[in-house]
């Protein structure tokens, strides 16, 4: 019997304290204002506040759309109200002076010394700084990759686990409840086809006489996987089973007597391959389910009968395809789901004429799985030739949450193209038409594949090149991060020989001299971490982590440049240690930060650069 979920570990997230979040105290500070200024104002307008970096630090620190979005409320012009606004914030706790602008932001420039804060803050909570409680603790299962194992992961299987686990790293450091989870399509016609290939291997292990085209020619499903990958496979059902699954001759038994077997066993060896790359790229999901296990529980026909009790599951003809149709179309009876009624396109088959359910049916009871294992927010992370089955799908679920808040958002992952030497690289020698997950981080190794696939957004395509992911260039962001990382180590491993270096330290180490606009800006980009997790883990967007991070290392690489060009701008100041030891705090601060955003990613902070 197959086991339905195996856990490689616990929840893979705690929820944080709530840590520092200079934004969220400013805007906390705006809504307060603004409720002197408007004394009605419902709650639902003071949600839609938002306080965001200014596009221009000419303009000030921040800005706020307050006066926008509750004008109404407010029974004001957004102008009007923002004069009101600006008034009541400016010289607050924080916010030093307030200006209206446009035709209702409001400006805000902060006190100095509430930014330098946030490098004690940084200090004190240390990696832990950028985590919100945003989440709340609410249970998010992400699944991801999910690959038939037919075969070795590939590099569109590469993009889907990077993606899913960052997204997945960035939702519990935004105060979720995160589940990782690997859904084993062990079932039905691919996983036939597999267990033919491996035991076409498996004779060929014993030295059978039969030739490939034989062989295919007389199964059912003609031979589908070719790779080498399945040879050893072939090998050690030879070692396990002798010459006993062979028929006479070492020809084709009686599938009745080796086909179970060797399914089983085929499958079990492509899972641990799975296992052992995702491992090499640095997944680790929590729970596995098997799609063929949930079938024989009985979970699929479940699902089926609970819709029909709510009156979502009627026999009919499914609505011919739109345009020519295909020449093996012919109406037939099939028992359909009501999807119109949930945002669908057309009714969708749960079940074939021939009374076998299809492969919706299981992905349904897979999702209603979930759903009963305490599974709020589900994200599906899918390759975008999946695209046409995501309407499908959510209104399934919607019809499975009823009135509750369970939901299902997608995440589809666009096609990579890897280049070498600007040339396209089509296939490998390991699985004979395509790259595999091994042979990339063999080439590149895993940070550079982890940081590079969270370049670009999911849903673009993007190209893989292989010699300007290891090039030592501005042009290759995951260098460019991790060698600000290693510069800031570099200084505080020098600033160490004379000073104590320690965060605690340093968190009592006076700031004030931390004025050059470069040194503002660093801050500044430091503050807007929380701000950027809360915004990314809200949007599903992992990528925007790596975006954050490239700017933050090219302030402090600009940093680093004035200080070689200005001397007095330099970190280790012989002859005067508060301004030293203010700036390796600053540097400390750089380093934590972009550990942080490194650990959401998966990528490794790099101490030093060879």
């Known amino acids: 019997m197959l086991t339905v979920r195996f856990r490689s570990g616990g929840n893979c997230s705690k929820r944080p304290a709530m840590p520092e979040n200079i934004y969220a105290r400013v805007r906390a500070e705006v809504i307060d204002a603004l409720r002197q ?6 709650d639902d307008v003071a949600a839609r506040v938002e306080v965001s970096p200014a596009r221009d630090p000419a303009h000030g620190d921040m800005a706020t759309n307050a006066a926008m979005v509750s004008a ?64 709340a603790g609410r249970p998010v299962n992400v699944e991801y990759v999910s690959a038939n194992p037919t075969g070795p992961l590939h590099i569109g299987h590469c993009r889907g686990a990077v993606v899913g686990d960052a997204l997945a790293n960035l939702m519990g450091k935004a105060g979720f409840a995160v589940t990782k989870e690997y859904y084993i399509n062990d079932s039905g016609a691919q996983i036939a086809a597999l267990a033919w290939a491996a035991y076409w291997r498996y004779l060929q292990a014993l030295g059978t006489g039969m030739s490939e085209e034989e062989f295919a020619a007389a199964t059912p499903t003609g031979l589908q996987y070719k790779g080498e990958y399945l040879i050893p496979v072939g090998e ?8 006993a699954l062979a028929g006479p001759g070492l020809t084709i038994a009686d599938p009745a007597r080796w086909f179970e077997t060797v399914r089983e066993f085929a499958v079990a060896a492509m ?76 009714d969708r088959p749960l079940r074939k004429s021939d009374g076998s359910n299809t492969y919706f049916t299981n992905d ?20 975008a030739d999946h695209g046409g089955y995501v309407s499908r799908m959510k209104a399934a679920v919607k019809a499975l949450a009823g009135n509750g808040k369970q939901r299902l958002e997608i995440v589809l992952c666009q096609i990579v193209h890897v280049l070498r030497g600007g040339e396209p ?22 940070d550079a594949v982890r940081f590079t696939m969270l370049t670009r957004q999911s849903d673009a395509q993007m ?59 660093l801050i500044r980009r430091l503050a807007a971490w929380p701000r950027t997790v809360e915004g990314a883990a809200l949007a599903q967007e992992p990528h925007r982590i790596a975006f954050y991070l490239y700017d ?18 330099r970190f280790l100041q012989a002859d005067r240690k508060a301004e030293t030891l203010a700036r390796v705090a600053l540097v400390a601060a750089t380093a934590i930060t972009i550990r942080s955003g490194l650990h959401v990613l998966g990528v490794t902070p790099v101490e030093e650069m060879r």
């Open 271 to 346: 899972m641990r391959s799975i296992r052992e790359d995702l491992a090499a790229l640095g997944v680790q999901q929590d729970v596995f389910t098997s799609e063929r296990a949930l079938i024989e529980r009985g979970e699929a026909d479940r699902v089926v009968e609970r819709l029909r009790a709510e009156g979502l599951v009627y026999e009919g003809v499914l609505e011919p395809p739109k345009g020519k149709l295909p020449e093996d179309w012919e109406p037939r009876e099939q028992t359909l789901f009501r999807a119109t009624r949930f945002g669908d396109d057309v």
């Open 37 to 42: 200024t408007v004394p009605e104002l419902p």
């Open 552 to 569: 933050l290392a090219g302030d402090f690489h600009m940093l680093w440049n004035r200080g070689r060009d200005d001397s007095t701008l």
């Open 463 to 521: 190209e893989f090149d292989l010699d300007a992911v290891v090039a030592q260039t501005r042009e290759n962001p995951v260098f460019y991060v991790q060698y600000a990382h290693a510069r800031c180590r570099s200084v505080l491993r020098l600033a160490a020989e004379n000073h104590d270096v320690s965060h605690a330290a340093l968190g009592q180490a006076p700031l004030d001299s931390l004025a050059a606009d470069a040194e503002l800006a």
């Open 425 to 446: 690289v089509r296939m490998s020698k390991r699985a004979g038409t395509y790259v595999t997950l091994s042979d990339l981080l063999e080439w590149v190794g895993r």
């Open 364 to 383: 349904i009871a897979n999702h209603a799985d979930k759903m009963e294992r305490g599974a709020e927010l589900m994200i599906d992370v899918w390759g």
């Open 72 to 135: 109404k409320a407010g029974r004001q012009a957004p102008a009007k109200l923002a004069q009101a606004l600006a008034a009541a914030l400016t010289d607050g706790p924080d916010v030093l002076r307030a200006e209206p602008a446009g035709p209702g932001f409001v400006n805000l420039t902060l006190r100095t010394d509430a930014l330098r804060a946030t490098i004690g803050a940084i200090l004190r909570e240390e990696e832990a700084f950028g985590g919100s409680d945003v989440g």
């Open 236 to 243: 050690a059902l030879r070692a396990e089973h002798g010459d």
